[in-house]
């Protein structure tokens, strides 16, 4: 019986849970590393690196790192050039959540880095995603969030709006029409998937080492809506968290200043893409009740955009 890759979503067509270009382009190795870590002692290594990693909310973020050999993915407080999100008690199915809804992210043409699910030492899956902001030799580069950049607390990360992210990136980007794109792809994408929890935190600039300043690959990418019911946007798009339709979108895009005819090519583009996310959810590691709950929802906010 044919496994799916827990990389790509795609079946391996053999007994294999990767497949081997996926894993040479998540790890650079051909063989799955090996984890000797367990699900009940993350939350001590969590601990150890307060002031090293962003701990927020209920989910741990663990940095790792490849050994030399790239035969082991270990704790690394310093320098690792992974994140690792395990289980959590309070939302299951967390870790394949993120997963599934990064690669939606990538079907329909948004920049995502390279992630997959991992077993951990004890049999959970968890997700694994390769920091962008990390320079093969370890050097890292400087990513701002929106929080930074508008200069508010991190209390204050649910304070502003799509039009604030939109305003943030014509000041700062250096080619902030592609930029601004960019934001209203993944903006769009965002409702569509039913992601209540994109804050001023979870958008960012990054400055390559030749000093162009742009949006980073999307991240922290989760469908709420199956943990919590009628979980509503973060961040308002044309002053509305909820009930959004096509009117709304291209009013939101008359805001960004952007030309028509890309902008309708992207909405297409959302809705011809329903078939082949119906099918990527169904393929994925979420529970059954939960694939069917995104699938009703992606059908649903596909209908609203037509």
């Not at 043409?109 to 951990?120: K, N, Q, W």
């Not at 370890?138 to 039009?163: H, N, T, V």
Request: charged fraction near 25%.
């Amino acid at each position: 019986m044919s496994k799916v890759c827990r990389i790509c979503l795609e079946n391996t067509r053999g007994e294999s849970d990767y497949h081997a270009r996926c894993l040479r382009g998540l790890f650079g190795t051909a063989k799955v590393p090996h984890l000797d870590i367990e699900l009940g002692k993350l939350h001590t290594a969590a601990l150890a690196m307060v002031g090293h990693t962003s701990l927020s909310g209920i989910q741990k973020k663990i940095s790792v790192g490849l050994s030399a050999d790239r035969e082991t993915l270990q704790v690394e407080a310093e320098g690792g050039r992974y994140i690792l999100k395990p289980q959590t008690e309070t939302y299951p199915f967390l870790p394949e959540n993120e997963h599934l809804t990064t690669q939606l992210a990538k079907l329909v043409g948004i920049e995502v880095a390279p992630s997959g699910l991992v077993s951990l030492k004890d049999g959970s899956l968890a997700y694994v995603v390769r920091r962008f902001d990390r320079l093969p030799d370890g050097r890292k580069l400087r990513q701002e969030d929106f929080c930074q950049i508008a200069e508010k607390s991190p209390k204050e990360k649910y304070d502003g709006s799509a039009e604030l992210c939109v305003r943030l990136i014509r000041k700062y980007a250096t080619e902030p029409l592609v930029e601004i794109f960019k934001l209203y792809r993944l903006m769009l994408f965002i409702w569509w998937s039913g992601n209540g929890d994109m804050h001023l935190k979870n958008f960012s600039l990054l400055t390559s080492e030749d000093g162009v300043i742009q949006l980073t690959p999307a991240y922290d990418l989760v469908c709420t809506r199956l943990v919590i019911p009628d979980d509503q946007l973060a961040l308002p798009i044309a002053g509305k968290r909820d009930r959004l339709d096509r009117a709304d979108w291209l009013e939101f895009a008359r805001y960004c200043n952007l030309p028509e005819k890309p902008v309708m090519r992207v909405v297409s583009e959302l809705v011809g893409s329903q078939t082949k996310a119906t099918e990527l959810i169904d393929r994925s590691f979420v529970s059954s009740d939960k694939r069917k709950e995104f699938v009703n929802l992606i059908v649903e906010r596909t209908a609203a955009m037509q």
